[in-house]
């Protein structure tokens, strides 16, 4: 059973950081890309970057909302995916999804774990 | 950036009910369209991917459709457990991006 389990949410004040991590099981991390999706408190999806697997040279995208404040690493030895936000906005306030992007003719989302919160506020 | 536009933003309807959401892309993305389903509290559940291929487990009552621009996702005989909130996204180009959702409820 593919399992995607995310954790280090919390308070945090703008300007601060915060590494979240997300612990994958049940099938092969290193066959796949992995994303970040995070959705504000009523709000739709939005999503964060994406880590390539390593053919592809553990590259990384992100949206333009995040650039140059956030990083995505990941640990295939250890099958974990990190998010790594620094320059905190209130504005990032989110529930932040860890997700696994199907392999072979999509690259949709397939899985996602069940999301940790990030507040930011003073 | 591609923008997303899903119809209506909120539909209400009945057990039985056959709806239809839309969701139109601002440029075209292929069939590189994937649906999501999402509950009160839970996280988003992948339904249809490729613009019409059915994750597994998901049942037959929902289908995709589209290409190019527009795209359609359709629920027929609604059931109690599809009462939920809907999104569509493209996957076609960087950034990835979503639509606002459809609010599906009971009416």
């Known amino acids: 059973e593919v399992q995607l389990v995310e954790s280090g949410g919390g308070l945090v004040q703008p300007g601060g950081s915060l590494r979240l991590s997300c612990v994958a099981s049940?099938?092969?991390?290193?066959?796949?890309?992995m994303d970040w999706i995070r959705q504000a408190p009523g709000k739709g999806l939005e999503w964060v970057g994406r880590v390539r697997k390593k053919p592809n040279g553990y590259t990384t995208e992100y949206a333009a909302s995040v650039n140059g404040r956030f990083s995505i690493s990941r640990d295939d030895s250890t099958y974990s995916l990190y998010l790594h936000m620094n320059s905190l906005k209130t504005e990032d306030t989110a529930m932040y999804y860890c997700?696994?992007?199907?392999?072979?003719?999509?690259?949709?989302?397939?899985?996602w774990g069940q999301g940790t919160l990030v507040t930011v506020s003073s | 950036d591609i923008q997303m536009t899903q119809s209506p933003s909120s539909l209400s309807a009945s057990i039985g009910d056959t709806v239809t959401i839309t969701c139109r892309a601002s440029q075209g993305i292929s069939r590189s369209l994937a649906w999501y389903q999402q509950k009160p509290e839970k996280a988003p559940k992948s339904l249809v991917y490729?613009?019409?291929s059915l994750e597994s487990g998901v049942p037959s009552r929902f289908s995709g459709s589209g290409s190019g621009t527009d795209f359609t996702l359709t629920i027929s005989s609604l059931q109690p457990e599809d009462f939920a909130t809907y999104y569509c996204?493209?996957?076609?180009?960087?950034?990835?991006?979503f639509g606002q959702g459809t609010r599906l409820e009971i009416k």
């Open positions: 490729g613009a019409s």
């Open positions: 049940g099938f092969t991390f290193s066959d796949h890309y």
């Open positions: 997700v696994r992007v199907k392999t072979g003719v999509a690259y949709n989302f397939d899985y």
């Open positions: 996204q493209q996957y076609g180009s960087y950034p990835v991006t």
